[in-house]
């Protein structure tokens, strides 16, 4: 019945072409269950982390603080060390 009014063409169109709304986006249902995902992995990652010491396994907890430490760098390299255009003095 309403696809059979004169104006719902326009309407329809003037709807697709619409942005969406970044509010009822951060609203919807998948990006709530991913947010939570996200904070039960880091708790998962967080309980376990500080289980390991307790273990006693120290080839684990090298492997383990190994992985932390590349966790916190950077992907890209350092820059090289050139200071007008040659290479720094001790590099």
Known sequence: ??????????FSRRIARRAPDPA?????????WV???????????????????KLGDAEALGVYRRLIELEHRALAPDPAPVVEGRPRAGS
């Open 35 to 53: 947010k939570h995902q996200r904070l039960l992995e880091r708790a998962d990652a967080v309980i376990l982390g500080s289980n390991l010491p």
């Open 24 to 32: 009822a986006l951060a609203r919807s249902p998948e990006r709530r």
């Open 1 to 10: 019945m309403l696809e059979a009014q004169p104006d719902y063409a326009a």
